[in-house]
């Protein structure tokens, strides 16, 4: 019991470290409506019952010279409805052995795109005016940008469950948005919404480095961070909505399979997080939910529930799921687990084989890495 005990509090170190880094993060991004000369690719698979709204806001975006949707083989009535919206339908063509659909879309688009700086969206993103802009703009200061949404869920047991899913990704790498630089292998971003310059990208074929990668927006960032690019991941909160899912069963399947960055850690980086969620997270909660909490679980509960009032910046609505979220950590550990030791690779109706990156080329900087100073 003892060792237990000295294992949660090695584990807390840790988290408390990577939280405390929270006190330093810069603004959230503002609106930016007197930029010109933005390409904005969108892939879309089957987007057709969630384009319109992503299309509407970007279609508003003054930054938004051109809209490209990159129609990856869909089914339904996507290239149609994006053509009539008034975007440029570029098609995907058929998938080459060895890529992942939505890195082979994103590496069409941009090539496709006629503007010097691109910023790519998700079909289920939901961006105000301005947004285009702000990410254009911080490409003053980094080389590739991605952006932090605000969540929108459906009912208070998706927004609990997601929230507690949430948790597991900010104990385990700290607050998305802060100043301090990770090393290449622990940076995180978010594939939703990110911004870059075309010229810069093409050069580095960024897309087809990471082509096998189910967890793509994260093997982006961690190469080019790896070969000296500036990458930051920033707020944006206030211009950027996402409704990514359609009830909690969809958050459990769709969202806990990428939770563990299966191909883009190493199995001891793995295993670290593990415990780290299970020691911090899941065991207080479990041991609450049994009414036996001791007081060393109560104190590692205290600064979960603080964050939740963190929290709220992040989701459209806040309410009682998210208060009630850190209830939920032992589900959330129990996925995270399941996620780690059988990996999905199966992704809008296609399976993929396994990724070709090993863990030293993930973790490892290339020894000709200099940082970039454009």
Known sequence: MKALTLAQAAAAAAVAARLARGRHRPPPLRPVTDTRGVSVVIPARDEEARLAPCLQGVLADPA????????????????????????????????????????????????????????????????????????????????????????????????????????TLVYRFGPSSTRTVPPPHRTIANGQCTAFRRDRMLAADGFAAVKASMTDDVALARHLAATGWRVAFLDASDLLAVDMHDSVTEVWREWGRSLPLADVTSPGWQTADLAVVWLTMGLPSLRLLLGRPTPFDLALLVPRWLLTAAFRRSYASPGPGLALSPLLDVASAVRLTQATVRPARTWRGRTYPGSGLSPARRERPARSATRSGT
């Open 64 to 167: 938004a010279a051109e809209v490209i949707v990159v129609d990856d083989s869909s089914t339904d009535g996507t290239a149609q409805l994006a053509a009539r919206l008034g975007a440029r339908v570029v098609p995907a063509g058929p998938l080459p052995p060895g890529w992942v659909g939505k890195q082979w879309a994103l590496r069409q688009g941009v090539s496709a795109a006629a503007h010097p700086v691109v910023v790519t969206l998700d079909a289920d993103t939901r961006p105000a005016p301005g947004l285009v802009g702000a990410m254009a703009a911080a490409l003053s200061d980094h080389d590739l940008v991605t952006a932090a949404p605000r969540f929108d869920c459906g009912s208070p047991a998706e927004q609990a469950l997601h929230a507690s899913m949430l948790a």
